[in-house]
């Protein structure tokens, strides 16, 4: 009878044991801490810095160059990681160590990543609710405006010379611009990040530029990352809706990509309250 019990009380712990997890991307990190699973981590990269604990957890490297060794170290059950890992993947399945790795491109492969994840630490339902919110944020885009023309530019340039990084066809950013019923200023067929130069945007002619230009300590303010697309030959810059984000989760393809669409929802409504026309 003592057996009996033994083994109906070890086997619900035994299922539902926690995993010695390695997040090998800030947008696996923080998928991991918004599912409540930030206790099962034991490392991220150096660029995890949200929540607040990421900082503290062992750093195994960069985003490109993560340390086998590190990792190793850190005895993991279980790595999580993005394609670009995938030799790494190889290296740790023959040294017993499984791996995940998730795609984080387009919308439904980042809502596929959250419920896959949720699967892995028991949190399907968490996983669910999350997915819920992005839904639901990205159908509150509709109806605001349409047919009208959105660049979006990343990194902060106060030239616009040379070296412009865009968002192509080939980012969830593209699905984003056609829930709202708008348009990529850019149309490329190009796999990797498409890049442009003063010429190709004045191609573009965009009706609304958005910069995804994360604060830093550059001494570069607002202003000085705006005024040289008001002085362009385009739409945007005549009718001045030009717009900056901040955020440095506007640039991760996690949970919070939620936040990215309320504030894009916001710019735009900004875009329709100014009675912009054609």
């Known amino acids: 009878m003592k057996k009996i019990f033994l083994i109906l009380f070890i086997t619900p712990l035994l299922l539902h044991a926690k995993e010695r997890i390695i997040a090998l991307s800030p947008a696996i990190n923080e998928i991991l801490f918004a599912l409540g699973a930030g206790e099962e981590l034991v490392g991220n990269t150096q660029y995890a810095l949200y929540p607040k604990a990421s900082e503290k957890l062992p ?32 290296k740790l399945q023959r040294l017993g160590i499984k ?23 028991n949190q399907e339902e968490k996983a669910k609710e999350i997915v819920a919110k992005i839904d639901e944020n990205l159908k509150s885009l509709q109806n605001i405006i349409s047919n009208k023309k959105i660049l979006i530019v990343f990194g902060r340039n106060p030239k616009l010379d040379k070296n412009i990084f865009v968002a192509g066809q080939n980012l969830y950013y593209d699905e984003i611009i056609n829930e709202s019923n708008n348009t990529n200023a850019l149309h490329s067929n190009r796999k990797g990040q498409p890049i442009l130069n ?9 009706d609304i530029v958005l910069l995804l230009a994360r604060c830093q300590a550059d001494g570069i303010n607002n202003e000085a990352l705006i005024k040289p697309w008001l002085d362009l030959p385009i739409s945007a810059a005549k009718s001045k809706t030009i717009y900056i984000n901040p955020n440095i989760y506007a640039g991760i393809p996690s949970d919070r990509i939620s936040l990215f669409l309320e504030d894009f929802k916001a710019m735009l409504e900004d875009y329709r309250d100014k009675n912009v026309t054609d």
């Open 198 to 206: 003063m010429e190709n945007i004045i191609a573009c002619n965009p």
């Open 99 to 121: 791996s995940k790795i998730i795609k984080i491109d387009k919308l439904g492969n980042i809502k596929k990543a959250i419920n896959e994840i949720g699967m892995i630490v």
């Open 59 to 90: 750093k195994v490297g960069g985003y490109f160059s993560p340390s086998l060794e590190k990792i190793l170290a850190l005895k993991p059950t279980l790595v999580i990681m993005q394609e670009n890992n995938h030799k790494l993947s190889l």
